[in-house]
Nanobody, 121 residues
Framework: QVQLVESGGGLVQVGASLRLSCAAS????????MAWFRQAPGKEREFVAG?????NYAASVKGRFTISRDNAKNTVTLQMDSLKPEDTAVYYC?????????????????WGQGTQVTVSS
C-alpha cells in the first residue's frame, strides 16, 4: 500500500511560482511511476507531468513546470513557474506500480488528497 501526501499549494498572482511536494510512504518511489494531475471545477482530471525513467509533460505546462524526485526523501516535486489563471485547480499526486508513466488518470491506483492552487489575475 502506498500513501501520498501533497503540500505546497496556495494563492498566488499571475506569473508567480509555486512548488508542490508529494511525500510517499509504504513503498519507494524508485519502483513507481509518479505523476501529477489536476482538476478544475466542472472539468475532468487531467495529466500534468509524470516521471519514471524520464519525464513527461502536458503541452499546456511544458517549459513552465518541472517534475523531479528525490529517492532518498521518497518525495516528488512539481516546480511551477510563470503561473497562469488557467493553472487554477486542485493538484493531485498519483502513483502506479508500472514501468511507464500513463497520462490516463484511471491507470493510477494511489492518490493523495489534493492541494489547491489558485492563480489570481
Amino acid at each position: 500500500q502506498v500513501q501520498l501526501v501533497e503540500s505546497g499549494g496556495g494563492l498566488v498572482q499571475v506569473g508567480a511560482s509555486l512548488r508542490l511536494s508529494c511525500a510517499a510512504s509504504g513503498r519507494t518511489i524508485s519502483s513507481l511511476s509518479m505523476a501529477w494531475f489536476r482538476q478544475a471545477p466542472g472539468k475532468e482530471r487531467e495529466f500534468v507531468a509524470g516521471i519514471r525513467y524520464n519525464t513527461n509533460y502536458a503541452a499546456s505546462v511544458k517549459g513552465r513546470f518541472t517534475i523531479s524526485r528525490d529517492n532518498a526523501k521518497n518525495t516528488v516535486t512539481l516546480q511551477m513557474d510563470s503561473l497562469k489563471p488557467e493553472d487554477t485547480a486542485v493538484y493531485y499526486c498519483a502513483a502506479r506500480a508500472a514501468v511507464v508513466v500513463s497520462t490516463v488518470f484511471q491507470d493510477y491506483g494511489y492518490w493523495g488528497q489534493g492541494t489547491q492552487v489558485t492563480v489570481s489575475s
